[in-house]
Nanobody, 118 residues
Framework: QVQLVESGGGLVQPGGSLRLPCAAS????????MGWYRQAPGKQRELVAL???????NYADSVQGRFTISRDNAQNSVYLQMNSLKPEDTAVYYC????????????WGQGTQVTVSS
C-alpha cells in the first residue's frame, strides 16, 4: 500500500481559501489516478476531485469552479486548492491513490479536517 500524508487543514471563514497538500511515498507515475475525497459526519465519503496520470481532471459538481487539483511530480505530491469556501465544504478530506495494477488497488491518507465557519 502506498503511504499518503495529507496536511493543510484547519479553520477558515466562509469565502476564504485553503490549500491541501498530499505527499506520496511512491512516484506519481505509478498511479493511474490521484484524488481528493471528503466525508462529513453521518455521510458517505464522496469524490471531490480526481487527477489521472494523463492529466485529465474531474470535479464534483458542488466544487466545480472553486477547487483545483494539481500535482508536482518531482515532490511526489498532489494538491487541492480550495477557494470561495462554504460551510457545506466542512468535512474530513482524504487523499487517494490508485495504482497501475489489476485489479486496481486504492491507498488512503489519514485525513485532514477542514472547517468553514465564521
Amino acid at each position: 500500500q502506498v503511504q499518503l500524508v495529507e496536511s493543510g487543514g484547519g479553520l477558515v471563514q466562509p469565502g476564504g481559501s485553503l490549500r491541501l497538500p498530499c505527499a506520496a511515498s511512491t512516484s506519481l507515475s505509478s498511479m493511474s489516478t490521484m484524488g481528493w475525497y471528503r466525508q462529513a459526519p453521518g455521510k458517505q465519503r464522496e469524490l471531490v476531485a480526481l487527477l489521472s496520470v494523463n492529466g485529465n481532471t474531474n470535479y464534483a459538481d458542488s466544487v466545480q469552479g472553486r477547487f483545483t487539483i494539481s500535482r508536482d511530480n518531482a515532490q511526489n505530491s498532489v494538491y487541492l486548492q480550495m477557494n470561495s469556501l462554504k460551510p457545506e465544504d466542512t468535512a474530513v478530506y482524504y487523499c487517494n491513490a490508485r495504482r497501475f495494477v489489476f485489479p486496481p488497488t486504492d491507498s488512503w491518507g489519514q485525513g485532514t479536517q477542514v472547517t468553514v465557519s465564521s
